[in-house]
């Protein structure tokens, strides 16, 4: 009955690791990204994440994410951006981004397909935890018209 026993806790505890084991292989997308929103700034309620009303006019410029950590314990936060963003039926881009979190080392636009339009932001944090608020500043270029506004991201494991 000992032996039984035994064998019945061994395939229990294998088979709970391998449940444990799908959970962590659905925490991202799988290339490795993440889910990002920006809500304006104060609207983000943890328990509907999903309500439209709370989302920033610059969200329909933000992709995924994907977070890495530096040699020097850094997190790098890597979002893709959209290049054809529409605000108010008219096409537009991020064009500033800043923070006044303290945990915020930097923030940065880049163009990495060198077509004029920035394509990714790069947040550079000492400390992060996902589904945690990043506090941005930002301005959108609609057309000719540049809007600055302040809001808050989340990237959702």
């Given at each position: 009955?000992?032996?039984?026993?035994?064998?019945?806790?061994?395939?229990?505890?294998?088979?709970?690791?391998i449940m444990a084991m799908?959970?962590?292989?659905?925490?991202?997308?799988?290339?490795?990204?993440?889910?990002?929103?920006?809500?304006?700034?104060?609207?983000?309620?943890?328990?509907?994440?999903?309500?439209?009303?709370?989302?920033?006019?610059?969200?329909?410029?933000?992709?995924?994410?994907?977070?890495?950590?530096?040699?020097?314990?850094?997190?790098?936060?890597?979002?893709?951006?959209?290049?054809?963003?529409?605000?108010?039926?008219?096409?537009?881009?991020?064009?500033?981004?800043?923070?006044?979190?303290?945990?915020?080392?930097?923030?940065?636009?880049?163009?990495?397909?060198?077509?004029?339009?920035?394509?990714?932001?790069?947040?550079?944090?000492?400390?992060?935890?996902?589904?945690?608020?990043?506090?941005?500043?930002?301005?959108?270029?609609?057309?000719?018209?540049?809007?600055?506004?302040?809001?808050?991201?989340?990237?959702?494991?």
């Amino acid at each position: 009955m000992k032996k039984l026993f035994k064998k019945f806790a061994a395939i229990g505890m294998a088979a709970m690791m391998i449940m444990a084991m799908g959970v962590t292989a659905f925490a991202a997308n799988e290339d490795g990204s993440h889910e990002a929103r920006l809500y304006k700034n104060g609207e983000f309620d943890s328990s509907n994440i999903d309500d439209e009303d709370t989302f920033s006019m610059g969200n329909g410029a933000i992709g995924d994410a994907v977070v890495t950590v530096d040699d020097e314990g850094n997190y790098v936060i890597v979002i893709n951006l959209d290049e054809n963003f529409t605000a108010y039926g008219m096409s537009g881009e991020l064009t500033a981004v800043s923070s006044s979190d303290s945990n915020i080392i930097s923030t940065s636009l880049q163009d990495t397909d060198g077509n004029g339009i920035n394509d990714t932001l790069t947040i550079v944090a000492s400390s992060y935890t996902f589904g945690s608020i990043i506090n941005l500043d930002f301005t959108v270029a609609v057309w000719i018209m540049p809007v600055s506004s302040s809001g808050d991201l989340v990237i959702f494991e």
